[in-house]
Nanobody
Framework: QVQLVESGGGLVQTGDSLNLSCAAS????????MGWFRQAPGKEREFVAS????????FYVDSVKGRFTISRDNAKNSVYLRLNNLKPEDTAVYYC???????????????????????WGQGTQVTVSS
């Protein structure tokens, strides 16, 4: 049974920072890309950031470049997302995900679309007040 559990969300003010964590259990994902997505109320789930199985390279959606940082600790089967300079438009439920398909990928960059990811966490709420 694969489980991904996110933590670290909360209510913050504009300009604040948060650290999101995601711990995977049930399978070892050190050989797979991991990613973060988010879904705001009334909107579709969107890609935020992803990281290649070895920890590099990483990839970000333009709206978070320079503010968010994705990292991973394969020894802990975990992926992290550091959110700096938060804005009200960052308000969403944040989900981590693992791409089992990426094990066979020769792409230089990590997986970036929803359909490339196979396992998902339950999400953690990030709310940024103005």
């Amino acid at each position: 049974q694969v489980q991904l559990v996110e933590s670290g969300g909360g209510l913050v003010q504009t300009g604040d920072s948060l650290n999101l964590s995601c711990a995977a259990s049930g399978r070892i994902f050190s050989s797979h890309d991991m990613g973060w997505f988010r879904q705001a109320p009334g909107k579709e789930r969107e890609f935020v950031a992803s990281i290649r199985r070895g920890g590099t390279p990483t990839f970000y959606v333009d709206s978070v470049k320079g503010r968010f940082t994705i990292s991973r600790d394969n020894a802990k089967n975990s992926v992290y997302l550091r959110l700096n300079n938060l804005k009200p438009e960052d308000t969403a439920v944040y989900y981590c995900a693992v791409s089992e398909k990426s094990y066979y990928s020769s792409d230089y960059y990590p997986a970036r679309s929803l359909t490339e990811y196979d396992y998902w966490g339950q999400g953690t709420q990030v709310t940024v007040s103005s």
